[in-house]
């Protein structure tokens, strides 16, 4: 593996995220929506989370700034970060299949709104979050900057510690009991052990 070819992993991850996200995207601004929670708080940490995933490293690919923060290129890490796309790729994409018409890019409800216990969802309550943090963990392993590498983690880490309560908090409010029953028996990120 080269740095080159680590480069053109991250950005095929960009543009598959892109692909996997549109029709969803398209599909959910039909649906009406009976319950909007978006904040300036929850626009912001999603654009800095967009910003840190795409334009951050993208400018450093194609600029190769900020130098001074490189650090040497090794093709273990583009290997492993190559292992993580494709993880975070395949879980992206069975997340949104899964939440089908209950899907959106923000807080919330649509109409016929159910909650989604089966499939990935049956272990995680939030599986696209658990596929972000291995897009950055991705981005972290094969883009070798400090600045650009790292800006994933950091955007993934506003998003998830602003976001994951208040998206918590209204689900609880629509479906009550049943989700306090299916958040005692799921882990938020990663599946519980016991």
């Known amino acids: 593996m080269t740095e080159t070819v680590a480069f053109a992993v991250w ?7 892109f692909a996997i996200r549109w029709p969803y995207q398209r599909r959910a601004r039909k649906i009406t929506v ?4 978006r904040s300036l708080g929850d626009r912001t940490v999603l654009a800095v989370a967009s910003f840190s995933l795409s334009i951050i490293p993208l400018a450093y690919v194609v600029t190769g700034i900020p130098a001074w ?9 583009a290997w492993a970060g190559t292992i993580a796309m494709l993880c975070f790729l395949l879980l992206f994409h069975a997340s949104h299949r899964q939440l089908g018409k209950n899907w959106s890019v923000t807080l919330e409800i649509r109409d016929s709104h159910r909650l989604v216990t089966d ?5 995680v309550r939030h599986p696209m979050y658990s596929s972000f943090w291995l897009w950055a963990i991705a981005q972290a392993l094969l883009i070798p900057n400090f600045v650009a590498g790292l800006a994933g983690l ?19 409010e629509t479906f009550g ?13 990663i599946p519980r052990i016991l």
């Open 154 to 172: 950091v955007g993934v880490g506003l998003l998830y510690f602003y976001r994951v309560g208040h998206e918590e908090a209204m689900m609880r």
């Open 119 to 123: 499939g990935l969802y049956r272990y």
């Open 69 to 77: 923060a490189d650090y040497p290129f090794r093709p273990w890490m």
């Open 34 to 37: 009976v319950r909007d929670d």
């Open 177 to 189: 009991e049943a989700y306090d029953a299916y958040a005692a028996r799921t882990g938020r990120v």
């Open 11 to 17: 950005a095929a991850g960009l543009v598959a995220w």
